[in-house]
T-cell receptor, first 114, second 113 residues
């Protein structure tokens, strides 16, 4: 158990819908990252938050957005869902903004768009 | 941005043999190189990492080497066991890019009895 929690574990929805994925980082970690893992794209970085502020952005679609709340939990919002958004979404956390610090991954949320 | 290439995509070895997975990176500003192991349907878990000021690091049966000049780094697993079967990902972290991980495409390692 990494100490990072994600809910829900599984999510099945239809095209065009909107969903929210939730992540709670390890106690004391200020950085939260979101990654998408799909068969054709591999593990891809989406976005990083540090202490409530967006700090780095990857190839995140405009239909996707995220935020980190004062209690440091984070939410990833996916809207106007398409079949290609079906993937495993991982949240990770680390103690610092940058540098040599390990990222601890949560168990992931498996999103299936039908 | 950073680009990480990983080879081979699949690797099959006999139990007790060694396994080597190789990665190259493109951004000379990358300074931290972790390796993650991912079992089917599970989270990626860090197994070893190396910083850019170190050429080699070892932890029991696993070791990582880094050649900054060539922008290569490799994972070595000795005395492989069936429980080593998993997908292994190399990654790179570049300075100035927050702390985002740029992953390689993964290597499916199968250790056969």
């Amino acid at each position: 158990d990494s100490g990072v929690t994600q809910t829900p574990k599984h999510l099945i929805t239809a095209t065009g819908q909107r969903v929210t994925l939730r992540c709670s980082p390890r106690s004391g970690d200020l950085s939260v990252y979101w990654y998408q893992q799909s068969l054709d794209q591999g593990l891809q970085f989406l976005i990083q938050y540090y202490n409530g502020e967006e700090r780095a952005k990857g190839n995140i679609l405009e239909r996707f957005s995220a935020q980190q709340f004062p209690d440091l939990h984070s939410e990833l919002n996916l809207s106007s869902l398409e079949l290609g958004d079906s993937a495993l979404y991982f949240c990770a956390s680390s103690s610092r903004l940058a540098g040599y610090n390990e990222q601890f991954f949560g168990p992931g949320t498996r999103l299936t768009v039908l | 941005g950073e680009n990480v290439e990983q080879h081979p995509s699949t690797l099959s070895v006999q139990e007790g043999d060694s396994a080597v997975i190789k990665c190259t990176y493109s951004d000379s500003a990358s300074n931290y190189f972790p390796w993650y192991k991912q079992e089917l349907g599970k989270r990626p878990q860090l197994i070893i990492d190396i910083r850019s000021n170190v050429g080699e690091k070892k932890d029991q049966r696993i070791a990582v080497t880094l050649n900054k000049t060539a922008k290569h780094f490799s994972l070595h697993i000795t005395e492989t066991q069936p429980e080593d079967s998993a997908v292994y990902f190399c990654a790179a972290v570049s300075t100035g890019g927050g702390n985002k991980l740029t992953f390689g495409t993964g290597t499916q390692l199968k250790v056969e009895l």
